[in-house]
T-cell receptor
């Protein structure tokens, strides 16, 4: 079946450090891939997306590249800020007519000043 | 521009009771999806409503049911509550079915505690 696996957290970094959160997926065909962020007490917000192989999604300094050969969609940011502290979810959807997102278990990021 | 709203914010119920959660989609959206997020886990898809019909369903028992109204708002009903139903219930809205997953907007959720 379709699934998403994320690196376990929590991830603790100092401000301005480089961030990588690993995400790998299992799916048939060509899923669309997403990163969502959940700040404390809030709902999920779409951070970035990629809909085909080799696409790079980017937003607010975060980037992720859709790697079909390694079935990965790792999230990166060159210099994290305290305000980036949140839970990050990798997710996939299959097909063009679906509202069903399949999420990973989430990775908590804590950035210290 | 109002985003997705959910009510109530928090709810405490007893095992065996029934609960109804409500969701109003983002302005202009016509499709609503519901997710269950257990503590420390990623959200799990429950079902999706479009044109007042359930269009897709995840791996949840029939105790979970829903409804969509002509104004696109939606309800999630859970009967015969179990302790394991304690979770954050998220509503997400989007426009149409085609490519709907690409632009889903989530509400803040309803925290359900079953004692």
């Amino acid at each position: 079946g379709n699934s998403v696996t994320q690196m376990e957290g929590p991830v603790t970094l100092s401000e301005e450090a480089f961030l990588t959160i690993n995400c790998t997926y299992t799916a048939t065909g060509y899923p669309s891939l997403f990163w969502y962020v959940q700040y404390p007490g809030e709902g999920l917000q779409l951070l970035l997306k990629a809909t085909k192989a080799d696409d790079k999604g980017s937003n607010k300094g975060f980037e992720a590249t859709y790697r079909k050969e390694t079935t990965s969609f790792h999230l990166e940011k060159g210099s994290v800020q305290v305000s980036d502290s949140a839970v990050y979810f990798c997710a996939l959807s299959r097909g063009s007519n679906t509202g069903k997102l399949i999420f990973g278990q989430g990775t908590t990021l804590q950035v210290k000043p | 521009d109002a985003g997705v709203t959910q009510s109530p914010t928090h709810l405490i119920k007893t095992r065996g009771q029934q609960v109804t959660l409500r969701c109003s989609p983002k302005s202009g959206h016509d499709t609503v999806s519901w997710y269950q997020q257990a503590l420390g886990q990623g959200p799990q898809f429950i079902f999706q409503y479009y044109e007042e019909e359930e269009r897709q369903r995840g791996n949840f028992p029939d105790r979970f049911s829903g409804h969509q109204f002509p104004n696109y708002s939606s309800e999630l009903n859970v009967n015969a509550l179990l302790l394991g139903d304690s979770a954050l219930y998220l509503c997400a809205s989007s426009l149409g079915l085609a490519g709907g997953a690409h632009e889903q907007y989530f509400g803040p959720g309803t925290r359900l505690t079953v004692t």
